[in-house]
């Protein structure tokens, strides 16, 4: 008697991974899982049960309280329906603090751009701690064939657990700067999830200079074809700070395109740094095109970066697809240059750090903004003061 073995396709998603906005459906990381493999998991263990925090809030800056509101949650641990932009952006949670972080807080930020609105200036949030410890619900909204530029200003005095869903409809074009700045002293881990509608541009940014732990999970998937996904990062790491990256770009659609860079900068013999740039490219996402880079400057021995890009392919029908990753000191070359001309060897170094972020910050199109970044940045590395002792 013979069998017939059946033969099935393959599996139409090669890289799973759970996503549950219940908390126990993830299972608590002991440091073993891929995701967590890098990650200091004692630091935030306080992260992955429910606490008695408070909830983040926020402040808008002139002219932008016709776009941000904050709404209560009546029952944040019992309610399981997805909000109306949760539903949009078709987001649940993929690890178990971003989880527990949507199903305790007690508030949602939300920022909301009308239908064929183009916001001419930039949308400000001051994001502000309520205690010690808070959880955060942030929710950003493009409506179809607008055009908006929206800055996230996140409070270091506290330690957050949160998350971020950004749905960007069809023909919008939505930007998001994610500033991390100030004291080096709280505890951040924030997942950050974007949905880029048909014929929508999306451009997330991410400046990370305070804090000591920031751990941050961004993505980006696509609702229709023709869509465009980029995000980008610089972040300047010292005094023994941890930072984690850990993005997935799924390209679930056809003919669409993204683009990851990030660059870090660190100093510090117990700073460590980590960059996980994920692309996974469907079946059906033929005609699409992708890159991802990775360039981490040590500034000293001693700092530690891991850096790690994957790709996956399950089509060859693709216009371009690639990544690169590199970690290295200070080029001598570029220092002789600078100090031949004059310039002392400390404020060298400053400069080439400068230089080193400014591609980044040059897709930021609006100028205050940009020059905002840039002072912000030179203010962690002493520029300034060694322009005026020079």
């Known amino acids: 008697m013979s069998t017939t073995t059946a033969l099935t396709d393959p599996p139409s998603d090669l890289a799973p991974r759970i996503r549950s906005n219940d908390p126990d459906a993830h299972e608590v990381p002991n440091g073993r899982e891929e995701e967590w493999r890098f990650t200091p998991i004692a630091r935030i263990a306080d992260f992955f049960e429910a606490q008695a925090w408070a909830s983040i809030g926020a402040e808008c800056g002139e002219g932008a309280e016709e776009f941000v509101s904050i709404r209560e949650v009546d029952d944040p641990s ?8 949760e539903q949009a952006a078709g987001w649940q949670a993929t690890d178990r603090p971003s989880a527990v972080a949507r199903s305790n807080a007690a ?7 009308p239908a ?8 400000v949030v001051d994001l502000q701690a309520g205690g010690e410890a808070n959880y955060a ?18 409070d270091m005095t506290a330690d957050a657990n949160g998350v971020i869903v950004t749905n960007v409809s069809d023909q919008a074009n939505l930007t998001v700067l994610n500033m991390y700045d100030g ?23 991410t400046i990370t200079l305070g804090g000591s732990f920031v751990r941050l999970v961004p993505s980006v998937r696509y609702a229709g074809p023709g869509g465009s996904g980029e995000m980008l990062g610089a972040f300047l790491a010292t005094d023994g700070q941890f930072q984690e990256f850990r993005l997935l770009v799924d390209h679930n659609e056809p003919h669409c395109t993204s683009n990851v860079v ?5 100093a510090g013999s117990d700073t460590h740094t980590v960059w996980i740039g994920d692309v996974l490219v469907r079946r059906e996402a033929v ?7 990775n360039r981490n400057l040590l500034l000293e021995d001693g700092p530690r970066a891991d850096s790690v890009p994957n790709l996956e392919l399950e089509t060859g029908d693709v216009v371009g697809a690639g990544h690169a990753s590199a970690t290295g000191r200070f080029d001598d070359e570029q220092l002789f240059y600078l100090q031949s001309r004059g310039i002392p060897e400390a404020l060298a170094r400053q400069l080439v750090v400068r230089g080193f972020f400014v ?13 905002d970044v840039l002072r912000r940045i030179e203010e962690r590395i002493g520029m300034e003061a060694l322009e005026v002792s020079a």
């Open 359 to 371: 591609d980044v910050l040059d897709k930021v199109a609006d100028e205050t903004l940009r020059a």
């Open 287 to 293: 005609g699409i095109e992708t890159y991802e880079m």
């Open 116 to 123: 064929e609105r183009e916001v001419a200036d930039v949308i």
């Open 107 to 113: 508030q949602v930020v939300a920022v909301s751009i």
């Open 78 to 85: 019992g309610a399981s329906a997805a909000s109306a932009v």
């Open 262 to 266: 990030f660059k870090g900068a660190l």
């Open 137 to 154: 619900r942030i929710e950003i909204e493009a409506g179809p064939f607008s055009k908006a530029t929206v800055v996230l200003r996140h």
């Open 183 to 205: 004291p080096r002293m709280s505890r951040h881990a924030w997942q950050w999830a974007a949905t880029v509608g048909r014929d929508a541009t999306f451009l997330g940014l």
